[in-house]
């Protein structure tokens, strides 16, 4: 099977742009995470979806980022507009249903600079 | 937050067998272990999970402690492929729906 997608691989954008962050979970996931580290921090919890509906997300940093998922298949992070601490690689997982008997499937991320 | 405790970093031989430590003493009796790692450049990588038994698959072994307050995670032949940065998280397996990564260890494999 396809793993969990991200677009783009890398971003880089100058304060005060907009990004938008895309996420494809595995098909048939109706459980979607947002998750980042920012440069020298941890990796950090920022959302999740069952399929369209947020279920929690109380790691959103702040009014700036917008995440969706409409149709409850892929979703979008949007950050608008960015921040340098914005800065950091943005994760998205996946995983069949909550309870996560073989843990989330991460993506490869998406590398956000902000300049 | 994390709930656990890892060494900074770690060597191990090429070949040999890499022991992570992890400490969790106030793990509570409905938390399980897992284990992710992230190697450079890529998303965190699932390895193995645990409530009180020992287990293995095809990546790795886990060892929990009897008290539970502790547990190590065995790559038995390590390659230079496992140099990555290992998560030692302590979370419900049914309810919540986040990990808390920590500061991990850092795991060089020297050929």
């Known amino acids: 099977e396809a793993g969990v997608t991200q677009f783009p691989s890398h971003s880089v954008i100058e304060k005060g742009q907009t990004v938008t962050l895309r996420c494809d979970p595995i098909?048939?996931?109706?459980?979607l995470y947002w998750y980042r580290r920012v440069m020298g921090k941890e990796i950090k919890f920022l959302l999740h979806f069952v399929k369209e509906s947020k279920q929690d997300e109380s790691g959103m940093p702040n009014n700036r980022f917008l995440a969706e998922r409409t149709g409850g298949t892929y979703s979008t992070l949007k950050v608008q507009p960015a921040e340098l601490e914005d800065s950091g690689v943005y994760f998205c997982?996946?995983?069949?249903?909550?309870?996560?008997?073989?843990?989330?499937?991460f993506g490869s991320g998406t590398r956000l600079t902000v300049v | 937050d994390a709930k656990t405790t890892q060494p900074p970093s770690m060597d191990c031989a090429e070949g040999r067998a890499a022991n992570l430590p992890c400490n969790h003493s106030?793990?509570?009796?409905?938390?399980?272990v897992y284990w992710y790692r992230q190697i450079h450049s890529q998303g965190p990588q699932y390895i193995i999970h645990?409530?009180?038994n020992n287990e293995t698959n095809e990546m790795a072994s886990l060892i929990i402690t009897e008290d539970r307050k502790s547990s190590t995670l065995i790559l038995p032949h390590a390659t230079l492929r496992d140099t990555a940065v290992y998560y030692c998280i302590v979370r419900p397996l049914n309810t919540g729906n986040q990990f808390y990564f920590g500061t991990g260890t850092s795991l060089t494999v020297i050929p």
């Open positions: 098909s048939g996931h109706d459980n």
């Open positions: 106030t793990i509570s009796g409905n938390e399980y």
């Open positions: 645990g409530l009180k």
């Open positions: 997982a996946s995983s069949q249903d909550h309870r996560w008997n073989y843990g989330y499937t």
